[in-house]
């Protein structure tokens, strides 16, 4: 058995307790000063003070680790990503500078649409490659677990490629992946007009093969006016979940819908994007025990206003935090700039923007009775930040303050390595 002893945390965050967290409970991120982590193996065996666990380990025993003067806490869960994908589009963020929305945009057969070719074209190598690169730079921006949505091929070959390099990647990389199927991310033009028939066949002819292939546990759609109306959604969202599919949504990000309110109906496990969302679509998913994803580097990337987080909390949602990379909309998965946006546009507080991070982004990928918080049992996903206090994340803005990331109870990443 492999025993490493964390000691002498400046501060060390837990997030302890139930999971997600609500309202007011996000604010309670199990702040220890002082604090010390006992490790077997994979998994966190006790957290506490370090003068409480030095009466407990025989420093013979363990590879000791002296955190004095930094702040530990647990890996970042980034619950919604878009991660695989071939090609760019840096020519729409130019055209966005200039004024362009995203919907005309995608009018004119940008957007979504214009990943499908490049994506399609993309050899599973290629996608491996890439996908190894980006999930380098999440590790060092302490991202721990991660979601990966298909949704650039929506036709039967492309999405099981998605979805099979993701799958091939989350054996072999430090980082956890949980796979998403995004089948009806867009409308490609040959079906316009008919959606519901396209639905159908993401339903009948695709999903059967992902769950035979066990290549994803969720089932996801882009409700949004001109892609896939309410209605269109919730005959997907139903029968996906009839096949065994957890469920997500992309809801309200451009216009308000409805799809907080579906999001609410069907039971899904969370609600993304959620820019436009309704003060009863608010209440329902509160009541309903949806998660409330926030993807502020979207809002950011498209100059649009922020979710109501803050609203959110007030009312008493679980709400997670979560990049969005993608190549089009967001192409960044820059933890810091999610906790600038966060505290300083927001209206946040660091320690709710951290639960957002860890344990409400680790129930949003059903995953909080593994991951998410330093608690005895769970797996030993920590992270280590340069300096002494949380306080340090937003005002140090911008910048990444990781030093070391320890996964399942092996250092995996250390910036001196670099």
């Known amino acids: 058995?492999?025993?490493?002893?964390?000691?002498?945390?400046?501060?060390?965050?837990?997030?302890?307790?139930?999971?997600p967290k609500h309202g007011k409970e996000m604010a309670d991120i199990g702040l220890i000063k002082d604090g010390a982590v006992i490790i077997h193996d994979d998994k966190i065996v006790a957290v506490g003070?370090?003068?409480?666990?030095?009466k407990q380990v025989d420093v013979k025993e363990y590879e000791v680790i002296d955190a004095t003067g930094k702040t530990?806490?647990?890996?970042?869960?980034?619950?919604?990503?878009?991660?695989?994908?071939?090609?760019?589009?840096?020519d729409e963020f130019s055209w966005r500078l200039k004024g362009d929305s995203y919907m005309s945009i995608m009018e004119r057969g940008g957007g979504i649409n214009a990943t499908v070719v490049p994506t399609r074209e993309a050899t599973e190598e290629e996608l491996m490659e890439a996908g190894e690169e980006r999930l380098n730079r999440m590790l060092e921006f302490g991202v721990t677990t991660v979601e990966g949505k298909s949704g650039y091929g929506m036709d039967c070959d492309t999405e099981l490629k998605q979805l099979r390099v993701m799958k091939k990647l989350d054996e072999k990389h430090p980082v956890d992946i949980v796979r998403t199927f995004l089948g009806p991310h867009s409308v490609l033009p040959e079906w316009k007009g008919k959606e519901r028939e396209f639905i159908e066949e993401q339903l009948r002819v695709v999903m059967p093969k992902v769950k035979e292939e066990n290549l994803a546990e969720f089932a996801d759609i882009f409700t949004e006016k001109n892609v896939f109306n309410i209605e269109d959604s919730e005959y997907y969202l139903t029968e996906a979940k009839k096949m065994g599919f957890k469920l997500k949504i992309h809801a309200d990000e451009i216009y308000q819908l409805g799809g907080s309110e579906l999001a609410a109906r069907v039971g899904a496990v969370s609600a993304d994007?959620?820019?436009?969302?309704?003060?009863?679509?608010?209440?329902?998913?509160?009541?309903?025990?949806?998660?409330?994803?926030?993807?502020?580097?979207?809002?950011?990337?498209?100059?649009?206003?922020?979710?109501?987080?803050?609203?959110m909390i007030d009312e008493g949602c679980a709400v997670a935090i979560a990049s969005d990379l993608n190549p089009g909309s967001c192409f960044t998965n820059s933890i810091p700039l999610l906790v600038a946006l966060g505290c300083i546009y927001m209206n946040m507080s660091i320690e709710e923007v951290i639960t957002a991070l860890t344990i409400n982004g680790a129930a949003a990928v059903d995953r909080a009775d593994v991951v998410g918080s330093l608690e005895p049992g769970k797996q030993a996903d920590i992270v280590f930040l340069k300096y002494p206090s949380i306080h340090f994340m937003p005002y140090h803005t911008g910048i990444n303050l990781v030093e070391t990331v320890i996964?399942?109870?092996e250092t995996v990443y250390h910036k001196e390595w670099k």
């Open 49 to 54: 003070t370090t003068e409480e666990l030095d």
């Open 1 to 19: 058995m492999k025993k490493r002893y964390i000691r002498h945390a400046s501060e060390l965050v837990t997030c302890k307790g139930s999971a």
């Open 407 to 409: 996964k399942k109870g």
């Open 273 to 311: 994007h959620l820019l436009k969302a309704s003060d009863e679509g608010i209440r329902q998913m509160r009541d309903a025990g949806v998660i409330s994803t926030l993807l502020p580097a979207t809002a950011f990337s498209l100059k649009e206003e922020y979710a109501p987080g803050r609203k």
């Open 72 to 90: 530990v806490m647990p890996g970042f869960v980034d619950s919604h990503t878009h991660f695989i994908f071939g090609g760019y589009r840096a």
